[in-house]
């Protein structure tokens, strides 16, 4: 069986945060326009918009996380 490719989960949901974090952007985008979109980013309440933007990064971090190419299984 030898070398079977390791299961790469932190790509993954890397991957899963960033569809997920761009749902509500566009979604907004669709129904409230840019004009509204960019009010909700720079208002000072917490937002969709803004966690979105937390998502983003966590979603990168996890790719990063995951293409480095470290075994984290046990």
Do not use: C, H
């Not at 989960?9 to 569809?19: E, K, P, S, Y």
């Not at 208002?43 to 998502?55: G, N, R, W």
């Amino acid at each position: 069986m030898g070398d079977s490719p390791k299961k790469n989960w932190f790509t993954a949901m890397g991957i899963l945060f960033i569809v997920v974090a761009a749902i509500p952007i566009i979604r907004d985008l669709l129904i409230f326009g840019p004009d509204f979109v960019l009010d909700f980013f720079t208002s000072q309440d917490i937002t969709s918009e803004k966690v979105s933007i937390a998502m983003f990064g966590i979603g990168g971090f996890l790719i990063i996380l995951g293409l480095r190419g470290e075994n984290y299984e046990g």
